[in-house]
């Protein structure tokens, strides 16, 4: 099982940026306790960090036949981009929407997701731990796709 983490724009700058919203922590940190989690839970994930729209789609797109999952951050993305939308629902794979900040309770213009909708879910809110709160919902929805698929296995026999 493979995890793919995308992070969009701005997200490099961790512990640097706003560290009022977002906190002291850097991605390198957040990624290293992504990275125990899966060793721990016994999958493998991959990062992506790109300031840039296009790069972020052609991530997404790789993603096909060669991921199980995708957890992803698109950054101020998230608020205007159909082409990040669209690559979500073209690979059809499960995908977590995060957040660090909780978009909700800011600004208007960032309390619209474009790619909620072909989202699993969202989590949005509990700064680095949004992104632990994705590994765990992305591994339960992979564990249960697992065992449906082994039940028709099953089935079939
Ligand atoms: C963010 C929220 C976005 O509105 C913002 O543009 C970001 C970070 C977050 O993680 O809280 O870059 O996605």
Redesign the pocket.
């Known amino acids: 099982m493979k995890v793919v983490v995308i992070q969009?724009?701005?997200?490099n700058m961790l512990g640097v940026?706003e560290q009022h919203?977002?906190g002291p922590m850097k991605l390198e940190q957040i990624h290293q306790n992504l990275e125990n989690f899966a060793n721990q839970n016994g999958f493998e994930v991959e990062f992506f960090q790109s300031n840039l729209e296009g790069e972020l789609v052609d991530r997404i797109q790789e993603c096909l036949g060669d991921a199980d999952g995708i957890i992803i951050?698109?950054?101020?993305?998230?608020?205007t981009s159909i082409a990040i939308r669209d690559a979500i629902a073209a690979v059809n794979l499960p995908t977590i929407e995060?957040?660090?900040?909780?978009?909700h309770r800011?600004?208007e213009?960032?309390q619209k997701s474009m790619i909620a909708a072909v989202c699993a879910g969202q989590i949005?809110?509990f700064g680095p731990f949004?992104y632990h709160l994705a590994m765990v919902a992305i591994n339960q929805i992979l564990a249960e796709i697992n065992a449906m698929k082994m039940a028709q296995q099953a089935q079939q026999n």
């Not at 969009?8 to 997200?11: I, Y």
């Not at 995060?98 to 978009?103: A, D």
Request: proline share 4%.
């Open positions: 969009g724009p701005n997200l940026r919203i977002y951050n698109a950054g101020a993305y998230t608020h995060v957040h660090l900040s909780n978009i800011r600004e213009f960032r949005s809110g949004s």
